[in-house]
Every structure is written in structure tokens, then in C-alpha cells.
């Protein structure tokens, strides 16, 4: 070949590379496929870039670690702070500088260093007996630790990220004493070993197990569209704690950018794409959560639930005290 045609060959092959790698964007989610893959079609619809994802139940923090910069994650989805969290401290994501993820998300549900951004909010509600629950007979979490409640209350492991997040918003808002004797009363008030997932608790009130259960809204709709388990939600009521005091204490999805994202402009792309009003109706539609972006309405069935108050509660502040919430379920046995 003559070595002009050869030089002339390399340059193109590089220019496809290139070309190529700039219509991708590579995603680490802890958040099932079934559940995004509509958000990432219309956004390569929109723009041509196509998305990959990786899907792990757990692990993927470790995963980034290992792979170190020559990861080719661009993105973490997570479903909970505590994940986002964990990334953070572990020093593998960067900062996003984009006046459309500021206008589009409210400061509550970003990092103060824009390391991470939510994408969607879930209430953590109770659902309630519709046979023997009194309306107005379930108001607080603060309740929860009272006597009328013994024997009365369903959750999932005290440890899980959903229960964590919990305690430790209740650790910010009165402290660690005090939210180790609610966290000690709830234990004591609980009808079983806490066990299972969210739907479980559900079910089991259904079952008379119990007559209240710790769970995030979202999981309502999912139910509601299972034949089986539309029946156990169609035996509770649900009720937005706090609505009197500090309001009802909601969590997120949300995004980060890895630090070695090989693929950042287009990141930056999707992360902007996901805050606007076609992805957040998506979410709204598909997945029963509530959009971070005020603009955007609720979908028909999160409207028929009623607006409710929300916790104006910083998450990043939350983050601060997980810590101190997993040892606070370890000290008072609460798994046990």
C-alpha cells in the first residue's frame, strides 16, 4: 500500500473512532432497565446519541473503584442519597457546572457543589389498615413510637437505605438522643422481625399482620398495576406523615458524573435532558414518582393521592448523619 494511503487510512479509522465515541454515553445504574429505557430512547431519538447501560442491584461504587480511570462509566443512577453519597465520598464523581440542571432542579435535591443532581422524589408513607385504622389515627413518624402503636407496625430492615435515610432525617431534625428513643420505640412497636421489601409490608397489613407499613409512594402504582397485588393495596389507605409539623420526608433518584467519564459533554447532554419536561413526565407516567422539576405536573395518579407537604429538608444534610442512623439501628438491636 502506498504509505500515503496508509497514513490517509489510520486518519479515517481515527476519525470513526472518535466520531463514534462521541454518539454514546456509558451509565452504571442501580436502577432497573425496564424503568429507564424509555427516558435513554427518547433522548437518542432527540439526539442521536446512543446509551448503554450497565444494570447492578449493588456494587457498582466498588465496580468504579476498581476500574479507576480507565472506567467507562460516564454516569451513576442510583435510587437513594445514600448511594450518591457513597460515590462522593469515595471521590469518584465531578461537578457539573449547567444553568439548565440549576433552573431545572430545585436546591434541596442538589449537592451544594453540584456532584449530584435528583431526578425524581419519593414519599416514604404509611400504609394503613382501611379496617383498623381510624382516619386520622396515623399522623407522624414521631408517632410511630407511641403505645397505641404496640404490636401495630410492618417495615424492611432497619439498615436498608430507604430506613436509613429516615432515621437520619430524624437525627437532623431533633438530634441523636432523641432519635434513638424513636428508633427504640418503633422496634418495640413492630408486629414482626422487620423483613422484606416494601411490597411485603404491604402485603402483609393486607394479610392482618400488622395494621401500618413503612413504604415509598412509587411502590403504590407498581401494585396497582399487578393483578395480585393490586388486591393488597386495595386494603389500605395512604397518608402523608407530618403534614402538621415538618412534612412528609421524601428521598430521590438521582445522577452523578464519574471523574474519569470518558464521554462528558454528552453526559452533561443526558443529564440535562433527563431534568426537562419530556423525561420528567416520563417518570411522572411510567414510574409513579413525582418530578424534582417543579415545572412539570404530576401524572393523574400521583394527583389523586393530593398534594401533601413536603420536608424542606436538605438532602445533602440528610447524607451528613447516615452514619450515625446505621449505628443507631445496630445499637438499639433493631433487626434483631
Not at 422524589?121 to 389515627?137: L, N, Q, Y
Not at 414521631?142 to 424492611?156: D, F, M, V, Y
Not at 471523574?259 to 407516567?285: C, H, T, V, W
Not at 404530576?298 to 447524607?319: H, N, R, T, Y
Request: charged letters at 20%; a negative charge.
Amino acid at each position: 500500500m502506498n504509505p500515503l494511503h496508509s497514513v490517509l487510512l489510520v486518519a479515517a479509522l481515527l476519525c470513526v473512532g472518535t466520531a463514534s465515541a462521541e454518539q454514546e454515553v456509558n451509565v452504571y445504574s442501580y436502577r432497573q432497565p425496564f424503568l429507564i429505557r424509555p427516558l435513554f430512547d427518547a433522548f437518542t431519538k432527540e439526539t442521536g446519541i446512543k446509551v448503554n447501560v450497565v444494570f447492578a442491584e449493588e456494587g457498582l461504587v466498588e465496580r468504579l473503584k476498581r476500574e479507576g480511570a480507565n472506567s467507562p462509566a460516564d454516569l451513576i443512577f442510583t435510587v437513594d442519597i445514600g448511594r450518591l453519597s457513597d460515590a462522593v465520598e469515595a471521590d469518584l464523581v465531578q461537578p457539573v457546572q449547567s444553568p439548565v440542571l440549576t433552573a431545572n432542579i430545585p436546591a434541596q435535591f442538589r449537592d451544594p457543589g453540584n456532584l449530584w443532581f435528583g431526578l425524581t422524589t419519593r414519599a416514604r408513607i404509611f400504609a394503613v389498615s382501611k379496617e383498623r385504622v381510624a382516619p386520622g389515627e396515623a399522623t407522624s413518624y414521631e408517632a410511630l413510637a407511641e403505645p397505641q402503636w404496640k404490636g401495630r407496625i410492618c417495615t424492611r430492615s432497619g439498615k436498608h437505605v430507604y430506613s436509613v435515610a429516615l432515621t437520619a432525617a430524624m437525627i437532623a431534625h431533633h438530634g441523636e438522643a432523641e432519635a434513638e428513643k424513636w428508633l427504640t420505640g418503633l422496634k418495640n412497636n413492630l408486629a414482626r422481625r422487620p423483613q422484606g421489601n416494601d411490597r411485603a409490608q404491604v402485603k402483609a397489613v393486607k394479610e392482618g399482620q400488622c395494621d401500618l407499613a413503612l413504604i415509598n409512594s412509587y411502590y403504590v402504582g407498581n401494585m396497582m398495576a399487578d393483578k395480585e397485588q393490586a388486591e393488597w393495596v386495595a386494603a389500605v389507605n395512604i397518608v402523608f406523615p407530618n403534614q402538621d409539623s415538618t412534612g412528609t420526608h421524601v428521598n430521590i433518584s438521582g445522577m452523578a458524573m464519574t471523574r474519569s467519564a470518558p464521554n462528558p459533554e454528552n453526559a452533561k447532554k443526558l443529564m440535562e435532558f433527563l431534568s426537562g419536561d419530556l423525561a420528567q413526565q416520563i417518570y411522572a407516567e411510567q414510574n409513579y414518582e413525582y418530578p424534582v422539576n417543579p415545572q412539570v405536573p404530576w401524572s393523574g395518579l400521583l394527583k389523586s393521592w393530593g398534594e401533601f407537604k413536603v420536608d424542606s429538608l436538605p438532602l445533602a444534610q440528610i447524607a451528613q448523619y447516615r452514619t450515625a442512623a446505621i449505628k443507631l439501628a445496630d445499637k438499639v438491636g433493631y433487626d434483631d
